[in-house]
Structure formats: C-alpha cells, structure tokens
C-alpha cells in the first residue's frame, strides 16, 4: 500500500488561488498513474484531474482552464495548482495512486474553502 499525504489546502477568497501537494512514499512512483479526486458536502467523490505516468492529463470540465496538474517523480509528489476559485469548488480534496495489478491508495485529504 502506497502512503499518500496531501498538504496545501485552506481558506481561500473567491478569485484566489492554492496549490495543493501529494507525497508519496513509493520507490516506483514515477510508474504509477495519479489524480485529485474532492468531496462536497452531500455529494459524490468525483475527479478533478488526472496525469498518467507519461504525462498525459485530464480534467473535470469544470476546472478546465483554472487548474493545472503536475508531477515532480524525483520528489515523488504530484501537484495542483488551482487558480480562480470558486465557491463551488469547495470539497476535501483528495489524492490517489493507480498502477495495474494493485489496489488503488488514497491520501488522508485535505479541505479547501473558498469563500468570502
């Protein structure tokens, strides 16, 4: 199982901006595909962006153009910067490792509010 620990989150204005980090604790990370996932308040985990161990991303149609994934292997952390934020993209904020053959790990969370 991969340890996975996220930092970075807070209170924030609208408008504003955070970049949230996720360590992990795995040797072979640079193998590994990673993702932001969040969490509202009465509502379903959902992803937020994605970057395979290539490179490639993906994001949620509603962060496209205001967040950025990105990945460090030799620090084995990946990043997301979130830029122009909104009351809505309010949630705990989650980081989470794939790779075949394992079981997904998630990161403990980190909250991020924005409001005035």
């Known amino acids: 199982q991969v340890q996975l620990v996220e930092s970075g989150g807070g209170l924030v204005q609208p408008g504003g901006s955070l970049r949230l980090s996720c360590t992990a604790s795995?040797?072979?990370?640079?193998?590994?595909?990673m993702g932001w996932y969040r969490q509202a308040p009465g509502k379903e985990r959902e992803l937020v962006a994605a970057i395979t161990s290539g490179y490639g991303t993906n994001y949620a149609d509603s962060v496209k153009g205001r967040f950025t994934i990105s990945r460090d292997n030799a620090k084995k952390t990946i990043y997301l910067q979130m830029n122009s934020l909104k009351p809505e993209d309010t949630a705990v904020y989650y980081c989470?490792?794939?790779?075949?053959?394992?079981?997904?790990?998630w990161g403990q969370g980190t909250q991020v509010t924005v409001s005035s």
């Open positions: 989470r490792s794939d790779i075949v053959g394992v079981n997904p790990s």
């Open positions: 795995t040797t072979a990370f640079r193998f590994y595909d």
